[in-house]
């Protein structure tokens, strides 16, 4: 009898073996939103399909998986910035915790901070005021984290910050030309340039400050200087051979979209010692616009 | 009597071992004598493979110049190639020929978007946007229509954007806003790097030469100029209906020139050394490259629209293999 039984009984146990083999190796062939998500061979749309499933869920091996997709720049940009976005617009808790935490590690790469950066701040943009303050004024932080900071912050028309604030941003040397840029441009647009004698004109005429900054206020100079005082600074940096030569071209470029004849002589004077060509040609075209129309 | 009957099965056997010893040594010099000539075919057929080969890359340099034209047979190495090119299927079939025998290589080509362009605007340094203009990296067709696909970023910097005003900025699959989505920009990027305008296109050195023009051409133009002066301020490219068309080059030998106030419809590739203010209702659909752009602002409602369907239908540009095919020709008949 048992030698009978032994059999029949080791075979029932090879059959449902296999039988559960079988059923498990069938359900895999159903892919979860997880395992599209984590697999990097997917098409990006069916990832960001994954995410749209799972936003809720606080499973822990997706937000294993989440967080790391969210910190590798090899993962497609669009992917991780949806990522971000859907998770923390879904009012999902460990996505904010998580998003900070990025925020606040600066050993991640600035592309994934920012992304991280610009998801909170379209979340609560009140909320994050503090944080894009600290960023902006942080020197050891990436001049793109803190043009970021800059620019979200420039937006908040309603709730400004202080102008001392973007002053100190934008006059301070030693800040990299992009972040004084962006104060500048913040300052421009929440109406903090009030007076362009001291915070613009200086900037022009001051040979040592930084080229890029300096062609920069004078491209907005235009609309906020007194024609008479902005003509007199861009004559002073046009005469100045100390100036870069791209600068003084600069100068003349825009001399010469209102061309004036009260400065016809001081022009004269400049091109009888000016020895660029570049310059040469464009300061006898000036003259010549400049010049008052004889009546034929 | 019996010992001389076994002498000669001695010797039958030994004429029998002759004969068998002779037609084996004959059948292995027949076998050694036809893998010496198998051997030399394939000698011939691989330098031949490699002709052809060479064929092949010379017309692809050629395309990169813009020249379609078929290749007359031109000696290479131990022998000579010489390729046909049809413009219509983009098939090249290049044959290469060593010692008489000849080898087939057909390749069908296409024209690629050139390798400089990583967004609607890419710029080897700091970018800085102004004004009311919208740059939009999601894919136009060419007539600035969005045609559904992701495009690229809408601007590539190898250093810091600034943003300001009203001026927006879209790209991968993100319409336009002001601030930008940051997935829709790249900053620091590694690979911006201005070079020389036949690098950026993809091209070979010097074929842009041709095109090379000290004094601003008339508007609206075509094909390709290569405007080499200092600076050009305020061109007017033509409006919607009557656009300038093709690559234009603003590109001195010190990459100090200017293209300031642009206006206009542009339809293809800007390359400048410095670009300021795209103004007032400008269009450009393709794409634009800078070393630097200091202040790219608009106005009016200037905008900068990528296409690919634009750039990879340049005047020249760039070309890769899609498709590549060995043929082995007629068999080798040996004299």
């Given amino acids: ?296 | 009597m019996n010992m001389k009957n076994e002498k000669g099965m001695v010797l039958i056997w030994f004429l029998l071992l002759i004969t068998i010893l002779l037609i084996t040594s004959g059948g292995i010099y027949g076998l050694s004598f036809q893998e010496s000539r198998l051997v030399e075919i394939n000698k011939y057929r691989n330098q031949a493979f490699y002709i052809a080969e060479a064929g092949l890359d010379k017309k692809l340099q050629a395309l990169r110049s813009s020249d379609t034209s078929n290749i007359a047979s031109t000696s290479f190495g131990a022998g000579s190639y010489s390729v046909t090119y049809d413009a219509t299927t983009k098939q090249i079939r290049s044959t290469g020929v060593a010692n008489g025998v000849s080898r087939t290589v057909v390749s069908v080509v296409t024209k690629t978007t050139p390798p400089g362009v990583k967004g609607a605007i890419t710029s080897a340094g700091n970018a800085s946007f102004s004004g009311n203009i919208q740059v939009d990296g999601r894919d136009h067709d060419n007539s600035g229509t969005l045609n559904g696909a992701t495009g690229t970023y809408g601007v590539s910097a190898g250093g810091t954007i600034t943003q300001s005003g009203s001026s927006d900025i879209g790209g991968n699959g993100i319409a336009p806003s002001s601030p930008a989505n940051p997935a829709s920009i790249q900053q620091n990027a590694s690979d911006n790097a201005y070079t020389t305008p036949e690098q950026l296109l993809g091209v070979t050195a010097g074929s842009l030469d041709q095109y090379k023009t000290s004094t601003p051409p008339s508007l609206p133009m075509s094909g390709i100029v290569y405007y080499t002066g200092s600076s050009w301020i305020a061109p007017e490219f033509g409006d919607s209906a009557h656009p300038s068309t093709g690559i234009l080059i603003v590109h001195n030998a010190n990459a100090n020139a200017l293209l300031k106030n642009v206006h206009g419809t542009f339809i293809g590739l800007i390359i400048a050394d410095d670009l300021v203010h795209v103004n007032g209702s400008a269009e450009i659909i393709g794409g634009i490259i800078a070393k630097t752009s200091t202040g790219t602002t608009g106005e009016g409602s200037a905008a900068v629209k990528y296409s690919s369907t634009v750039l990879n239908n340049l005047p020249s540009s760039s070309y890769s293999i899609v498709s590549w095919e060995d043929t082995q020709n007629t068999a080798y008949t040996y004299s």
């Fill in chain 1, 1 to 296: 009898m048992i030698k009978k039984t032994i059999p029949i009984l080791l075979l029932s146990i090879l059959i449902v073996g296999f039988q559960s083999e079988w059923a498990k190796a069938d359900s895999s062939q159903e892919t979860t939103p997880l395992q599209v998500l984590k697999n990097q061979l997917a098409r990006v749309e069916d990832r960001m399909k994954a995410i749209d499933q799972l936003k809720t869920s606080n499973d822990v091996e997706m937000i294993s998986a989440l967080s790391q997709i969210i910190r590798d720049s090899e993962e497609p940009i669009i992917l991780r910035a949806h990522i971000m976005e859907v998770l923390i617009q879904s009012g999902n808790q460990w996505a904010s915790r998580e998003l900070k935490k990025v925020l606040k590690d600066s050993s991640i790469p600035s592309e994934n901070r920012i992304l991280a950066l610009y998801a909170l701040w379209k979340k609560d943009a009140r909320e994050m005021k503090s944080d894009l303050m600290n960023l902006a004024q942080n020197n050891n932080e990436s001049p793109d984290m803190r043009v970021a900071a800059l620019n979200y912050l420039r937006t908040e028309k309603d709730n400004k910050w202080p102008p001392r604030f973007w002053e100190n941003i934008y006059l301070k040397k030693e800040n990299p030309a992009p972040v004084r840029i962006q104060a500048m441009n913040g300052m421009k647009e929440l109406g903090f340039i009030t007076q362009p004698e001291i915070m613009i004109i200086p900037i022009i005429e001051d040979p040592y400050e930084q080229a890029e900054l300096r062609k920069a206020v004078i491209l907005i100079a235009d609309s906020i200087v007194a024609q008479e005082v902005l003509q007199k600074a861009l004559m002073s940096v046009l005469s100045k051979t100390e100036n870069p030569l791209e600068m003084r071209r600069l100068a003349l470029d825009n001399l010469a979209l209102k061309p004036n004849e009260t400065i016809l002589p001081q022009l004269k004077q400049i091109l009888s010692r000016e020895s660029d060509p570049i310059l040469v040609d464009g300061l006898k075209a000036l003259i010549t616009s400049a010049a008052p129309k004889k009546e034929s």
